[in-house]
Nanobody, 115 residues
Framework: QVQLMESGGGSVQPGGSLRLSCAAS????????MGWYRQAPGKQRELVAA???????NYADSVKGRFTISRDNAKNTVYLQMNSLKPEDTAVYYC?????????WGQGTQVTVSS
C-alpha cells in the first residue's frame, strides 16, 4: 500500500521560506515521478512542481524561480523548497505519486503566508 506523508507546513510572513517534505512508503520510490500540488480555498487543485525519476523538473509559472523540487531516493523522500513566499501561495500542499497508473496522495500540509 502506497503511503505518502507530508510535513513542514506552517505559517510564515511574506518573503519567508518553508521546506516541505514527503516521505513515501509501499513503493519503489526511485522508479516513479513525484509531484507537489496545492489547493487554495474555493479553487481547484493545481500542479506546483514535478520531478521525474531522474532529475528533470517542471514548475507552474507562478512559482518558477522561487520554488525548487528535489528528491532523495535513498530516503524515499521528495522535497519542496519554497522561497520568497507570497500570500497567494497560501494553500494546502499535497504530495502526489503516480504508480502503475494509479494516483496516490498524502493528507496535505497547510501553508499560510500572511503578515
Amino acid at each position: 500500500q502506497v503511503q505518502l506523508m507530508e510535513s513542514g507546513g506552517g505559517s510564515v510572513q511574506p518573503g519567508g521560506s518553508l521546506r516541505l517534505s514527503c516521505a513515501a512508503s509501499g513503493m519503489i520510490f526511485r522508479l516513479y515521478p513525484m509531484g507537489w500540488y496545492r489547493q487554495a480555498p474555493g479553487k481547484q487543485r493545481e500542479l506546483v512542481a514535478a520531478i521525474t525519476r531522474g532529475t528533470s523538473t517542471n514548475y507552474a509559472d507562478s512559482v518558477k524561480g522561487r520554488f525548487t523540487i528535489s528528491r532523495d531516493n535513498a530516503k524515499n523522500t521528495v522535497y519542496l523548497q519554497m522561497n520568497s513566499l507570497k500570500p497567494e501561495d497560501t494553500a494546502v500542499y499535497y504530495c502526489n505519486a503516480n504508480v502503475g497508473s494509479n494516483d496516490y496522495w498524502g493528507q496535505g500540509t497547510q501553508v499560510t503566508v500572511s503578515s
